[in-house]
């Protein structure tokens, strides 16, 4: 079956602090995977696509097959990290994305 | 970039009557949309997916009867709520595949628009 886990609804760490959001999936072939963010009050925006293995914002996420995971990493929060994000995985139907729960993001001051 | 626009951002209605959602992509053709409704604090829920000049394809629980999806051009969708109860009072939310793209799932949404139903 495939699915997304997201482990932690919630996570909140102090500015300058490392960051992880942690994502699991369950796919049998090769997988596609996302990472959406949604600020306050503005749509879902893409973050991170693995393909493009590239850094936005200084978040950066690697595809480790083995473990099934694509977790979210940032060297030293900001507060401006704060948001809801959203690990995705393309799915094999018609285009569609398979989401993970979330995990709310707070950075305190 | 790809933008998404949705219309109306927000309506109130009486329970029973119908209501439109308009999804339009506004710079690119949108050959795949989907539409999703988002409860407080939780995850986004798959309503359907429509591809242009097709039928929509409806995840299982949602009734297609009440919740018509019609996907008549490349740059427009529409969720029509029919016989609305307060219970449909929700987020709803579309996104648009761009279909120049053959090989990425990445989805470009919309802002949303916030049913109540009274």
């Known amino acids: 079956a495939q699915r997304v886990t997201q482990p932690e609804k919630l996570l909140s760490v102090f500015k300058g602090a490392p960051v992880e959001l942690k994502c699991n999936y369950s796919y049998s072939g090769s997988p596609e995977l996302f990472w959406y963010v949604q600020y306050s009050r503005q749509r879902l925006q893409l973050l991170l696509r693995?393909?493009?293995?590239?850094s936005i914002k200084g978040f950066t996420a690697d595809l480790n097959k083995g473990e099934t995971s694509f977790h979210l990493k940032k060297p030293f929060a900001q507060e401006e990290d704060s948001a809801m994000y959203y690990c995705a995985l393309g799915g094999d139907s018609n285009y569609q994305l398979i989401w993970g729960a979330g995990t709310k993001l707070i950075i305190k001051p | 970039g790809a933008v998404v626009s949705q219309h109306p951002s927000w309506v109130i209605c009486k329970s029973g009557t119908s209501v439109k959602i308009e999804c339009r992509s506004l710079?690119?053709?949108?050959?795949?949309m989907f539409w999703y409704r988002q409860f407080p604090k939780q995850s986004l829920m798959l309503m359907a997916t429509?591809?242009?000049?097709?039928?929509?394809?409806?995840e299982q629980g949602v009734e297609k009867d009440k919740f018509l999806i019609n996907h008549a051009s490349l740059t427009l969708s529409t969720l029509t709520v029919t016989s609305a109860h307060p219970e449909d009072s929700s987020f709803y939310i579309c996104?648009?595949?761009?279909?120049?793209?053959?090989?990425?799932?990445?989805?470009?949404f919309g802002p949303g628009t916030r049913l109540t139903v009274l």
């Open positions: 996104s648009a595949r761009d279909g120049s793209v053959s090989s990425y799932n990445e989805q470009f």
């Open positions: 710079d690119f053709q949108a050959t795949t």
């Open positions: 693995h393909i493009s293995r590239e």
């Open positions: 429509s591809n242009e000049g097709s039928k929509a394809t409806y």
